[in-house]
């Protein structure tokens, strides 16, 4: 196997212990591979019995198998964090905590009011004062990624997509912002805490729920 297959491999199977089930819109997303060579490289993986295709029902994609996970952490020990990577990786693991619990807060006002009642989305004022408040943690989260995108392209990536979501929660899409399963603001984020994770190594603290 040469090196750029490897390394092809390393990053479909990274992106589905990121996302678990990924269409193959995600996996591009993720990986930044085109859709022509991801089809290579997914071919590939099921053939060795590396991932499995589900097709059909409500989700279709691609999923990690067992033998995927294991390959998965051969791969990743045979290429671990340069020097530079590593200080990159833990300079933005330290600066995402503080983010992600004022995401969290945001978050949470955007699905609950000030008064205790589910947000219905019928106060625009209210709406857009939860907006602004999201605005301002992805200026920062936005920074973050630029730095650390420098040294891993792959974290960098999440900031199109984070940004891509938010303009659409400034179009008027409200799912965009939290609604699961949707590609929303907060899915991808969620994608990129867990991206952090691994590549970091650091274990889910209380920090992290």
């Known amino acids: 196997m040469t090196t750029e297959t490897s390394t092809a491999h390393f990053d479909v199977l990274h992106a589905l212990k990121v996302k678990g089930l990924a269409t193959d819109d995600t996996l591009t997303a993720l990986t930044g591979h085109d859709a022509d060579a991801l089809a290579v490289t997914v071919g590939q993986l099921a053939d060795a019995g590396f991932v499995m295709r ?9 999923m990690i198998t067992p033998a995927g996970k ?3 952490e051969r791969l990743s020990a045979e290429s671990p964090l340069n020097e530079s ?3 990159a990786v833990d300079t933005f693991h330290e600066g995402f905590g503080p983010i992600n619990g004022d ?9 609950i009011r000030p008064d205790e009642t589910p947000n219905d989305h019928a106060d ?10 999201l605005d301002r943690i992805h200026h920062r989260i936005a920074q973050a ?22 303009e659409k929660v400034h179009g008027g899409d409200t799912a965009a ?29 209380a920090g992290d729920e």
């Open 70 to 72: 294991a390959e998965y």
């Open 54 to 62: 589900r097709e059909g029902g409500r989700i279709s994609g691609t």
């Open 177 to 205: 912002f939290a609604r699961p399963m949707y590609d929303s603001y907060h899915d991808i984020w969620m994608e990129l805490h867990q991206d952090l994770l691994l590549t970091s190594g650091h274990q889910r603290g």
């Open 103 to 111: 995401f969290k807060k945001v978050c949470a006002s955007w699905q």
């Open 145 to 166: 990624l630029d730095e650390v995108g420098a040294e891993i392209p792959r974290l960098g990536r999440y900031k199109g997509r984070l940004s891509a979501a938010l």
């Open 85 to 87: 990577e590593r200080a």
């Open 124 to 133: 625009a004022d209210y709406d857009a004062s939860v907006i602004a408040e």
